[in-house]
């Protein structure tokens, strides 16, 4: 009988960079009541005009899937790869987070700033704008951590992944 255990999947699907290709994968992922997680869109290839969705999903290994194979009967898809299953991969997300306070929850906020490695890219006399780049939990625990100390806004990045390794699109 197949696991029901739910997973999560980080997808990387090469497509036509033409309008519609997005409308397209996200209305596949809306119409069967898929969720993405997280949502990533570049062009890779200028040249032959390629964009590559980064898309983060979860569900039970069977509607992982389906929804690879979904994607892969998309007409501008060229292929669909699991980088969760290929083997190892990179994945970085980048979050602007901004805290306001004074005195001490200020100090407090720059000195975990440091222990992970967070930037300040803009200050003003009440508030930071801190910006962090790190795997997924990284960030997650960072804005955490900002919480008590006057979190006010996050704007995040979405995953980008790429499997190591020195194959190619």
């Known amino acids: ?35 993405i997680e997280s949502l990533t869109v570049a062009e890779v290839d200028t040249r032959s005009r390629l964009s590559r969705i980064t ?3 979860s569900g039970t290994p069977m509607i992982i899937e389906q929804i690879k194979a979904q994607l892969g009967r998309l007409v501008p898809v060229h292929t669909v790869r699991d980088l969760t299953v290929e083997g190892p991969m990179v994945s970085r997300e980048l979050a602007l987070i901004k805290v306001a306070g004074t005195g001490e929850r200020r100090v407090e906020s720059l000195r975990i700033a ?56």
């Open 1 to 35: 009988m197949p696991s029901e255990t739910i997973e999560t999947h980080t997808l990387s699907v090469l497509v036509d960079n033409e309008s519609g290709v997005l409308a397209r994968v996200v209305g596949l992922f809306s119409g069967r009541g898929y969720n």
């Open 114 to 169: 440091d222990i992970f490695r967070a930037r300040v890219v803009d200050s003003t006399n009440d508030s930071f704008v801190f910006e962090i780049v790190g795997k997924t939990g990284k960030v997650e625990a960072f804005i955490k951590l900002m919480e008590p100390l006057g979190l006010v806004d996050i704007s995040r990045t979405g995953v980008a992944a790429i499997a190591r390794g020195s194959e190619g699109l």
């Open 55 to 57: 898309l983060v999903t």
